[in-house]
């Protein structure tokens, strides 16, 4: 049972204009989202991240949206670039307390963006 | 300078073999994981290590068993290789151990992709 999902596998926008990927999640305990950004033949880096007691956080170009009652984040880049080229993976964790809960990181199956010139 | 590195980058060997990859983060920090990549893309995480101490161990085959000689270094050993094993495995590290919080993002190394054959 996935509790992260992208369902968008890839995305294309042209230079300049905005893009914008989507992420939901199905489970309520989730505090605190996060964007990583991969490119082919490295690790993931960490792009962005917002708590859940924040709706929106911006960093330069890069703007995620969260929505906790519809579980679904977005992260908007503006204005694209073609070096934005790469795959988005949109990660959660939680803390609960008890129950073993560890916080690990749950992460979506990314999101392939291409920004043309 | 390389901050999380991981050895080999490449490893294909045949079913039924024990192989090793290694890990290493010149961070300072003191919590290290392995995750798993598997052909659906999806990031999952295997095992967490604080100052040498396991913290996290998913439901993995005991086939698979991580060692961490000192807080800089988490190596994973592989035995009795099958053909489900073949997926990238990537190391990361950060100052904490789990939950994420700003300033505790994870770093991820370049992954070491495994075909077993």
């Known amino acids: 049972d996935q509790q992260v999902k992208q369902n968008s596998p890839s995305l294309s926008v042209q230079e300049g204009r905005i893009s914008i990927l989507n992420c939901d999640y199905t489970?309520?305990?989730?505090?605190?989202f996060l964007w990583y950004k991969k490119y082919p033949a490295e690790g993931p880096t960490f792009l962005i991240s917002?708590?859940?007691?924040?709706d929106k956080n911006e960093d330069g170009r890069f703007t995620v949206f969260l929505n906790k009652s519809a579980k679904h984040l977005s992260l908007h880049i503006v204005p694209s670039q073609p070096g934005d080229s790469a795959v988005y993976f949109c990660?959660?964790?939680?803390?609960?307390?008890?129950?073993?809960?560890?916080?690990?990181?749950?992460f979506g199956q990314g999101t392939t963006l291409q920004v043309k010139p | 300078d390389t901050a999380v590195s991981q050895t080999p980058k490449y490893l294909v060997t045949q079913m039924g073999n024990d192989k090793s990859i290694k890990c290493e983060q010149n961070?300072?920090?003191?919590?290290m994981y392995w995750y798993k990549q598997d052909s659906k893309k999806f990031l999952k995480i295997m095992f967490s290590?604080?100052?040498?101490?396991?913290?996290i161990n998913e439901t993995v085959p005991n086939r698979f068993s991580p060692k961490s000689p000192d807080k800089a270094h988490l190596n994973l050993h592989i035995n009795s290789l099958e053909l489900g094993d073949s997926a990238v495995y990537f190391c990361?590290?950060?100052?904490?151990?789990?939950?994420?919080?700003?300033?505790?993002?994870?770093?991820f190394g370049p992954g070491t992709r495994l075909t077993v054959l």
């Open positions: 990361a590290s950060s100052q904490e151990v789990p939950p994420n919080r700003p300033g505790n993002e994870q770093f």
């Open positions: 489970n309520s305990m989730f505090d605190y």
């Open positions: 917002i708590s859940s007691i924040k």
């Open positions: 990660a959660a964790s939680a803390v609960f307390r008890g129950s073993g809960n560890t916080g690990k990181l749950i």
């Open positions: 961070l300072g920090h003191d919590t």
């Open positions: 290590y604080n100052n040498k101490e396991l913290i």
